[in-house]
């Protein structure tokens, strides 16, 4: 009931007892941040756990099984395993390959355009897709986009749903010359939503110095092709930073360089009603939308409607 403090622990172990623990991830058997949840189980007294998957971290990786079933309790793996592998895909992208899980947000017109002739910004979703992007914001370690959207669009980047704003993500912006204006929101925002820049080596130190007085945290990678920068280095930064899941949201250029990198786990296509017309930016700059629609790489994993638009979430084959 509300307003009454818990039960004891002690109390609360005793009503766990022979009790069975459904998870979705193997419990962990070694100091972290946390004592070991493996121990917490065999404490309560519980007689089975259900694991849908084992966990890849080497520091885990069937020790926690091995302790549950050392201590006499039933152990079964397995369950909802393929579930559970997409809700830890962070997890285990970070473990696996030492960068985070990439979702790819396009929000495209029905001619496959994402701005008018002279990339001017044009609403091309309703109310409701854009809903769905702040939850999937707030549900992403961080967000990304180039120098070029925040110049273009002077975005916040923040989750903006009523009572979220705490969800918000950490806003990542690929610079390699820091260009990034003193006078943006990102900037002047740094100090209540973090800002990470990714620069280059060469990029001038006094740039760099004014955005850390700002709030905003500068990252070194190495430089990447023609005016870009190392993108599996900057996800190897992201991740050590602990990013599990990195929401890609940039513009043209921005997304074809993820998807030609093959570095694109996951995309959600949301397509509004209405086209742009001749002049407008194509979705992945000179790629065709089809060379992930049509790609035998993706497939369509979930779609909804979204009012008068249109979600198609893909994931790899």
């Given at each position: 009931p509300r307003g009454r403090a818990p039960p004891p622990r002690r109390r609360r172990h005793r009503a766990a007892r022979g009790a069975t623990l459904y998870?979705?991830?193997?419990?962990?058997?070694?100091?972290?941040?946390?004592?070991?949840?493996?121990?917490?189980?065999?404490?309560?007294?519980?007689?089975?756990?259900v694991s849908a998957i084992e966990d890849p971290n080497p520091d885990v990786g069937g020790?926690?099984?091995?302790?549950?079933?050392?201590?006499?309790?039933?152990v079964d793996v397995g369950p909802c395993a393929a579930e559970a592998a997409r809700d830890h895909a962070g997890h285990f992208r970070r473990i696996t390959d030492k960068r985070p899980h990439v979702i790819l947000k396009l929000a495209v017109s029905a001619d496959d355009k994402i701005a008018a002739s002279g990339h001017k910004p044009v609403?091309?979703?309703?109310?409701?897709?854009?809903?769905?992007v702040h939850?999937?914001?707030?549900?992403?370690?961080?967000?990304?986009?180039?120098?070029?959207t925040v110049q273009a669009d002077d975005p916040l980047l923040t989750c903006r749903?009523?009572?979220?704003?705490?969800?918000?993500?950490?806003?990542?912006?690929?610079?390699?010359?820091?260009?990034?204006?003193g006078d943006s929101r990102l900037v002047h925002s740094a100090r209540e939503t973090p800002l990470w820049v990714m620069t280059s080596?060469?990029?001038?130190?006094?740039?760099?110095?004014?955005?850390?007085?700002?709030?905003?945290?500068?990252?070194?990678?190495?430089?990447?092709?023609?005016?870009g920068l190392d993108l599996p280095a900057v996800l190897h930064a992201l991740a050590e930073k602990g990013t599990t899941r990195l929401l890609v949201e940039g513009g043209a250029r921005v997304a074809n360089s993820f998807v030609a990198?093959?570095?694109v786990d996951e995309i959600w296509l949301l397509r509004g009603p209405d086209a742009i017309g001749a002049g407008g930016v194509p979705a992945l700059d000179a790629m065709?939308?089809?060379?992930?629609?049509?790609?035998?790489a993706f497939r369509v994993r979930a779609s909804e409607t979204l009012g008068k638009d249109s979600l198609n979430i893909y994931e790899r084959a």
């Open positions: 998870v979705t991830l193997e419990p962990c058997s070694h100091f972290g941040r946390s004592p070991p949840c493996a121990d917490a189980v065999v404490a309560a007294g519980l007689a089975r756990v020790k926690g099984h091995a302790r549950l079933r050392a201590a006499g309790i039933t609403a091309i979703t309703g109310e409701a897709a854009r809903t769905r939850l999937l914001r707030a549900q992403c370690d961080a967000i990304l986009v180039g120098i070029g749903l009523p009572g979220m704003a705490e969800r918000s993500p950490v806003r990542v912006v690929l610079d390699r010359a820091l260009r990034i204006s080596d060469m990029a001038e130190a006094p740039a760099a110095v004014k955005l850390g007085a700002a709030g905003a945290q500068v990252i070194r990678v190495a430089a990447g092709a023609p005016a990198a093959g570095l065709p939308l089809d060379a992930i629609t049509q790609s035998p």
